[in-house]
Structures are given as structure tokens and as C-alpha cells.
């Protein structure tokens, strides 16, 4: 099965909260990362924790991880439009491969 | 700082052809990478590098090689493309701890 799972779609109205979950196996990834893809462009990075923290905060966006449970999630608080996009979460090892979910689809509905 | 950059922005080859996708970065990174994204998929890994002079295979790296001769660049070498390579490429950029960023990709055709 996939070693990084994702929930493919999710729908939320603007202003509202919006939380992307991901689950992981490999226990030995090193940094856990969030991507925004927008339709056309590439990969931009949102925000990254390591793997001995529990949450990282960043103006509107919070990350939790739970490594017992080998889970990750990211908040995003007062959901804009803009928002609207595909968020990849992926584990890296200490030599920087990554792994990846196969995506998140955000729609932000005014 | 330019970050990551990618030559072309798109290519169309015909089967057979062979060529070379671009990616530097001018970050002094040592970890460097390609991923290819496939319709409905997440990025899959082709080919690493932990610095110059070092590269290895990664998930999907049949068809591709690689070099890295220096620090800031790595090369990606399509050897007899073929329909199945057609994809979007990513080159990644990393130091020996932290964020990774990603390079604009490179949208590649192969009839």
C-alpha cells in the first residue's frame, strides 16, 4: 500500500478552518513537509516540522504530529479563496528523499 | 538568490529522442533530487544526489541517468525517451537539514 496516505477531497467555506490529514508508515522519516500546488504550477513549500517536534505555528498555518500514531496534520485558520489548491504532505529521510501523498484537492466555496 | 531553477519549461520529443532537462540551484545545497508527477499522483523519486560526485537511484529511475559535477547543478539525461516518460519534472534542492524547495518543473512531451 502507499507509505504516505492522504484524503483526496476536501471541501470548506471561506473563513472556516480547514485540516488536510495525512498518514505515514516510515518511522524514520526526519522532516515532514506541506505543499500547495496551484492548477499549472509547481510545488510550493508551505511549512515543515521535525520529526522530535508536535506542532509548529506559522501565521495561519499549524501542523501537528502525532508519532505514535504516525499522523500529520495542517491547519489552515480563516480559509481564503486563494487556498483553493492540491496539498501534498511528504516524509523526508536524513538524505532528503521524499515521500509523497498523492495529493489533497482544497475547494474553498464562498 | 534565484532558488531552483529548471530548463526548459516544456519539450516535446519524439520516441527515441534523447536529451537533457536542466536544474540548478544556487543555495550551496547539498541534497539534490528529481521527481516526476504523473496525472492524479503525487511526485514519485528518480534520481538523488548527496553532493558532488554522488548520486543514486531512487523509486522510478529506468530510462533517466544522472551526474552531478558540481554543487549547483544536476542533470537529468532522458537516454531514448519513450511515451510512458511523458510527465511533469521536478528538481528539489536541499542543505544537510531543513526546507526543500522545488524547482518551476518541466512539462515534457514524448509522441
Known amino acids: 500500500g502507499e507509505d504516505v496516505e492522504q484524503s483526496l477531497f476536501l471541501s470548506v467555506r471561506e473563513g472556516d478552518s480547514s485540516v488536510i490529514n495525512c498518514t505515514y508508515t516510515?518511522?524514520?522519516?526526519?522532516?515532514l513537509y506541506w505543499y500547495k500546488q496551484e492548477p499549472g504550477a509547481g510545488l510550493q513549500l508551505l511549512t515543515y516540522?521535525?520529526?522530535?517536534?508536535d506542532m509548529k505555528q506559522d501565521q495561519r498555518l499549524t501542523v501537528l504530529l502525532n508519532k505514535k500514531d504516525k499522523h500529520l496534520s495542517l491547519r489552515i485558520a480563516d480559509t481564503q479563496t486563494g487556498d483553493s489548491a492540491i496539498y501534498f504532505c511528504?516524509?523526508?529521510?536524513?538524505?532528503?528523499?521524499?515521500?509523497f501523498g498523492a495529493g489533497t484537492q482544497v475547494v474553498v466555496t464562498p | 538568490n534565484a532558488g531552483v531553477t529548471q530548463t526548459p519549461k516544456f519539450q516535446v520529443l519524439k520516441t527515441g529522442q534523447s536529451m537533457t532537462l536542466q536544474c540548478a540551484q544556487d543555495?550551496?545545497?547539498?541534497?539534490m533530487s528529481w521527481y516526476r508527477q504523473d496525472p492524479g499522483m503525487g511526485l514519485r523519486l528518480i534520481h538523488y544526489?548527496?553532493?558532488?560526485?554522488?548520486?543514486d537511484q531512487g523509486e522510478v529511475p529506468n530510462g533517466y541517468n544522472v551526474s552531478r559535477s558540481t554543487t549547483e547543478d544536476f542533470p537529468l539525461r532522458l537516454l531514448s525517451a519513450a511515451p510512458s516518460q511523458t510527465s511533469v519534472y521536478f528538481c528539489?534542492?536541499?542543505?544537510?537539514?531543513?526546507?526543500?524547495?522545488f524547482g518551476p518543473g518541466t512539462r515534457l512531451t514524448v509522441l
Open positions: 528539489a534542492s536541499r542543505p544537510t537539514s531543513g526546507e526543500q524547495f
Open positions: 516510515d518511522s524514520s522519516s526526519t522532516y
Open positions: 516540522i521535525f520529526s522530535n517536534m
Open positions: 511528504a516524509g523526508s529521510d536524513s538524505w532528503g528523499k521524499l515521500q
Open positions: 543555495m550551496n545545497h547539498e541534497y
Open positions: 544526489s548527496v553532493g558532488a560526485g554522488i548520486t
